[in-house]
């Protein structure tokens, strides 16, 4: 039987005095007890939701997956963190929520986590001769002692987003597979998968991957995965061969980009959190199971009791991040957004029109801007008025289908 619990994490104090906290769910499988011989277990899962303020969708995926997981048999522990960042989640500004950069530094809030390189040479060195077991458990306990000598023993103290990042941080290191669900601004749904990952991006219900290489920039996937990879690279210098993705380094994180920002959709949300658990099951996270109560209505519950959660038959596209392009506008002006999301626009159709009312009747109030390849469109600005050199759109450049 797994345990489900509820707890409220301190993650910083405002001003006032009031606390900041962020709920904390998770189930804990019957091998967490510390007298089970159980060795051969099941990757534990961290999915967390809503770093930047106004991404809200995840906080319903996590929502419809706390439902559904209720009927799965789940065989590992699996921790879920809606509203990830209070601080990012209550940063409104008139009608909008702002909450993508701290407000006073300026920085990315998903850029603030930690990853410290030289810790993995001495490593690898000392633990030269140690089993893949012992490697995981030490170098697991490691990142994760580093996390608490940031935030307990740091006379210099921490900024307020990297306190929060910190202790979403600890508990991501103490699981195998790690998903932060985020949106983009007007978007399609995209997965960011670390290239040594690509077989999953199958399992995911999503239409457009990105595949990363393994740069740390501070991001909540990179600071998962980043570290492993550099252990095993490590090794590979000290003629010790290990798999990334593969037993001690079986680790494997996204960003799931779950479309566009300042929204909800409950119904979509459902079929986002049918495609998550597709990839647990294949993960092994939960198992098909069998004596499942089936209620009429329930579709997804009975396709579960045959086949268990299937990924959905799409065409699925894919990148590498350096063919991953932005789009700058060549002018300011009023933007009227043409191309579609997800659908190949050929070289020489127009992605936006610019309107520009300050050149009617003496110059010319409408600019096209093409380009001169094909591109699948992925997310555009949220706004229709811009800036000369506003992001207008991103878009795969180079793609091919997966
Ligand atoms: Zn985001």
């Known amino acids: 039987m797994n ?49 930047h303020g106004a991404e809200v969708q995840g906080n319903a995926v996590i929502f419809q997956l706390l439902e559904l997981l209720k009927h799965c048999k789940i065989q590992s522990d699996i921790t879920l963190v809606p509203y990830a960042n209070p601080v990012a989640c209550n940063h409104k500004n008139g009608e909008y929520t702002l909450g993508r950069f701290d407000p006073i530094t300026g920085v990315n809030w998903n850029r603030m986590y930690h990853f410290d390189e030289s810790i993995i040479a001495p490593f690898a060195q000392q633990n030269i001769d140690a089993s893949e077991d012992e490697i995981r458990v030490a170098f697991e306990k490691l990142l994760i002692d580093q996390i608490e000598q940031k ?125 998550i658990l597709s990839y647990l099951q294949y993960k092994g996270v939960i198992a098909i199971s069998n004596d499942l109560e089936i209620t009429s209505e329930d579709v997804p519950l009975q396709k579960a009791k045959s086949l268990g959660y299937q990924p959905q038959e799409m065409t699925r596209f894919a990148c590498y991040l350096k063919d991953y392009k932005a789009l700058y506008s060549p002018m300011g ?29 003496d110059g010319n109030p409408l600019h096209n801007v093409i380009l001169d390849k094909e591109v699948l469109p992925i997310l555009h600005f949220a706004s229709a008025s811009v800036n000369q050199g506003t992001e207008l759109y991103k878009v795969f450049t180079n793609y091919f289908e997966i």
């Open 151 to 275: 935030l307990d023993h740091n006379i210099w103290g921490l900024t307020t987003g990297q306190r929060i990042a910190y202790q979403l941080q600890r508990m991501a290191h103490q699981a195998d597979i790690v998903l932060d669900l985020h949106t983009g601004p007007i978007s399609s749904k995209h997965l960011y998968c670390p290239e040594y990952a690509k077989a999953s991006a199958n399992y995911f219900d999503i239409p457009h991957t990105l595949f990363i290489p393994n740069d740390f920039d501070g991001a909540m996937d990179e600071a998962t995965f980043c570290p492993w990879w550099c252990l095993q690279e490590a090794y590979k210098q000290l003629d010790r061969n290990f798999v990334m993705g593969e037993g001690a380094f079986a680790k494997e994180s996204f960003t799931v980009e779950l479309g566009s920002q300042e929204q909800i959709d409950l119904d979509v949300a459902h079929q986002d959190a049918l495609g």
């Open 333 to 361: 002006g009023m933007v009227d957004y043409l191309a579609e999301f997800g659908k190949p626009l050929p070289a020489g159709s127009p992605l936006v029109r610019i309107l520009r009312m300050d050149n009617y009747g």
């Open 3 to 51: 345990t489900f619990k509820k707890s409220i994490m301190h993650v910083g104090e405002m001003a006032s005095g009031a606390k900041l906290t962020v709920p904390v769910y998770s189930f804990e499988s019957e091998k967490s007890d510390t007298h089970s011989d159980i060795t051969d277990t099941a990757p534990n899962v961290y999915i967390q939701a809503n770093m």
